[in-house]
T-cell receptor, first 115, second 113 residues
């Protein structure tokens, strides 16, 4: 597609349920990032995929959070046993990383609300 | 770890006037990149301007320019001739050589007609 696509755009779930958030990066982009944006906060890094390298998971806040990237393209962020503090906008971004000054291209995010 | 600080949670500017948004960062690296991103209500982050740390010349993009002070680790954004469409959240970001991005907490800019 022309840009980074995220789905769903909004998700309402009950506490304790599992959710899956999807990110479809720009075709050919080797780098993919997940960020969390809580109300009034900046972007909190969650995880970074680069090509076939092992992902940088250093930002995942707990073992309830996991992510995978299949075939070097689509990525899924899974949150198990959701808690109210997980409510936030989850942003995905991709980058081609072919140059030294590559920028991030962002999706429109998934607004997650945990009731 | 690198940190990015935006000390102005909110700013306002009169239409057609100039406003400067502040950003400071902390790093021990000498080679890095700095960015300003704009996030309108649609939530989609849009790149406004970027600066390579090794370049002394300040980057400019039409009405947007930066004041990059490497020694002071400061990277402010100046918006000239402010327009209503400039109203948004603005995030300062730092990218290290490992392709990791760090973002500030953002500045909400209001443009007053």
């Amino acid at each position: 597609g022309a840009g980074v696509s995220q789905s769903p755009s909004n998700k309402v779930t009950e506490k304790g349920k599992d959710v899956e958030l999807r990110c479809d990066p720009i075709s050919g982009h080797t780098a993919l990032y997940w960020y969390r944006q809580s109300l009034g906060q900046g972007l909190e890094f969650l995880i970074y995929f680069q090509g076939n390298s092992a992902p940088d998971k250093s930002g995942l806040p707990s073992d309830r959070f996991s992510a995978e990237r299949t075939g070097g393209s689509v990525s899924t962020l899974t949150i198990q046993r959701t808690q109210q503090e997980d409510s936030a906008v989850y942003l995905c971004a991709s980058s081609s990383q072919t140059g030294t000054n590559e920028k991030l291209f962002f999706g429109s995010g998934t607004q997650l609300s945990v009731l | 770890a690198q940190t990015v600080t935006q000390s102005q949670p909110e700013m306002s500017v009169q239409e057609a006037e100039t406003v400067t948004l502040s950003c400071t960062y902390d790093t021990s690296e000498s080679d890095y990149y700095l960015f300003w991103y704009k996030q309108p209500p649609s939530r989609q982050m849009i790149l406004v301007i970027r600066q390579e740390a090794y370049k002394q010349q300040n980057a400019t993009e039409n009405r947007f320019s930066v004041n990059f002070q490497k020694a002071a680790k400061s990277f402010s954004l100046k918006i000239s001739d402010s327009q209503l469409g400039d109203a948004a959240m603005y995030f300062c970001a730092y990218r290290n050589t490992g392709n990791q991005f760090y973002f500030g907490t953002g500045t909400s800019l209001t443009v007053i007609p």
